[in-house]
């Protein structure tokens, strides 16, 4: 009878929410993280962590590392010498790690696991936010309000599964906050341990996270005058928490162990210099390139406004004028409280680096993305309102529930909107941005949305080979990483638009509207949010019109003015008055075939063979199963037979060409052409 008693008094204190209101969001993680298409950064940082595990296996003679086919393919980027060596690695040494000791091969999975784990690591940041909250405000309610704001941070939760820089920084700093915050209130050898350790990971995952040590020792000592703690006490501690930063900085981060102190000082100064992109920055509708103009001072401030949710923006703006009247009325009383101690903190984390930005002129761009570590600290900061609100005196009880219920409100149309966009909610903006928002902002900067671009054309375009070509600032070759396998070999990226099926663009720094003259494309697939577009997919009419496809007898040249010179894929130069120039050691092409089964293809050719005794080796397929490797010495005109098998009706006929000595005609022929030349395609017979 009393175990009973015990579970309904447990019950009643409703301690099992904030175990629930996890165990959920775990769950929805699960369900959705395998939506998200692959940012601009994930790529790099991957490799960063690939080449810095290299380093530890060459470091420490550690086998299994060295003879990993994944990881040895990319033995030759040393760390030492490695151009992202000073971006710290923590989190891309354990990806990494984990990946490859699960023998996550295919790239499809590797991002998806990449994805989880990003997002663990931000639940983890959210539970210590939680924490932070629940502490000061004395309620879990508010730690699970808190927790629930970060959540419906509608850019924040979806870049929490791709961003393994900005968000991964956020989530560890907001732990080292909170590891902070527990030191000053109780300081023992045991937590000054911890914190140590957790403000190295920072550090090592981003190096402006040295902000945190110096928030400790400056919070630590005012924590101490509060509490009256002795002198030696305080230094002990100080000292077990330097010695224990300082061990670990170096032992997370490789590229320290040659020279500790001189790297990780070369890491600083690069870093207070950094600030270069090519990519030009959309701002108020003028497109800035910031290499040669600098962003105006109140960029970071414009972007925070316009895609924070307004309410918590207001929460913050009252809290800022709420602890300024504390200070100023209640003068040295208020100092010494925890509360107040904790308030400081969180709102010198949350505006100290905005200031900082501002007055060193560092240059940010992006949105405010390497700024979104204060957030977890600003949230906490607008929490004070809230607490403030629903239990003061001066405010009666009716007032009080409206006021919850208005949240609640809220809160619910920001979840509304981030499940009608997902997987976009990284382009969320306010009603403060205005209309037409993507004319005066870059929207998706991360190249998110591409990744439903192509499986709609995949969807909507059965042929076994599509050309696709960028119609504005993207990564398409690495957007295609996290489609199915099946889906990926479909696509070839071009850089001729003429040739492209089609085009995809997010607008990032080129407006154009290709379905407009002189382009007049059609367009087959947007994604929108509201009225704005934020990707665009258009097909190009010239490469079906004029090819529809070939019969037994037709001889496909691929001279220059031909139609047919469109079928030419990846790997090919311009063409010329005889045909077209390979370029490259691989090159391919697709042949549209009418409904019919032909018989024989014959591919002539003749070798590009500048000296004398030079000769051409290369391997030409048809399928996997069909292909001949061919060695050839005859500068004229040379021909090769392919008798087609298949029984079955064939739609197109794919060949790929892998060359083994392409030659360059500026190194052979003293001429100004750097091109990589293997032979060159004449035609095609299909008999």
Known sequence: MDHIQDLISKAKNKNWIPSLFFVALIIVGLLIYKDYGISWDEPVERLTGIVNLNYIGEFFHIRWIQKDSVLSANSSLHLLQYSDRYFGPAFGIISVFLERLFRINDEQQIYFFRHLLNFAVFIAGVHALYQLATRRFSSWKMGLLAALMLILSPRLFGESFYNSKDLIFLSVFCIGLNSLVSLILKPTIRRALAHGLISALVIDTRSIG?????????????????????????????????LALAICITLFWPFLWSNPLGHFVETLGKFSKWGTTQVAVLYLGELYQIQKTPLPWHYVFTWMAVT??????????????????????????????NDCLQDLLFLSASLGPIIAIVILHSVIYDGWRHLYFIYPAFLLTGLKTIDWIINSQYFSKIIQKCFVCAITLYL?????????????QNIFFNSLAGKDWNTKFDVDYWGLSTRQALEAIARIDNRPKILIYAGS????????????????????????????????????????????PPHSYELVYEVKSG??????????????????????????????????AKLLGSGWAYPEDWGTWSDGRMANLVVPIKNQNPKLIEVRFKPYLPNKGAKQIFIICLAQN???????????????????????????????????????????ENLEDNRALAIGLISIAVK
């Open 473 to 516: 600032i993207m990564s398409l070759n690495d957007s295609i990483k996290i489609l199915a396998p099946e889906i990926r070999a479909r696509f070839e990226v071009t850089t001729n638009l003429d040739v492209a099926n089609y085009i995809i663009t997010n607008y990032r720094n080129v407006l154009t509207d290709y379905s407009q």
């Open 531 to 564: 009225d704005e577009k934020i990707i665009s997919t258009f097909k190009n009419p010239k490469t079906y019109s004029q090819l529809e496809g070939y019969s037994t007898g037709d001889i496909i040249s691929f001279a220059r003015g031909t139609p047919e």
């Open 210 to 242: 040295i902000l945190l040590p110096a928030l400790t020792v400056f919070y630590f000592a005012y924590g101490q005058c509060i509490h009256r703690g002795t002198i030696k006490k305080s230094l002990v501690i100080i000292l077990v928490y330097g």
């Open 308 to 337: 924070t949710p307004l309410l918590y923006l207001i929460f913050w703006g009252i809290s800022f004028a709420f602890t300024g009247w504390q200070l100023i009325k209640l003068k040295l009383a208020i100092l010494k409280s």
């Open 626 to 668: 069909n292909c001949k490797k061919i060695q050839t010495s005859n500068k004229g005109f040379n021909s090769i037979q392919f008798n087609l098998t298949d029984k079955n009706k064939v739609k197109s006929i794919d060949i790929a060409f892998i060359f083994d000595t392409p030659l360059k005609p500026s190194e052979h």
């Open 412 to 424: 619910t149309t920001i979840g509304y909107w981030m499940i009608t966009n997902h997987p976009n």
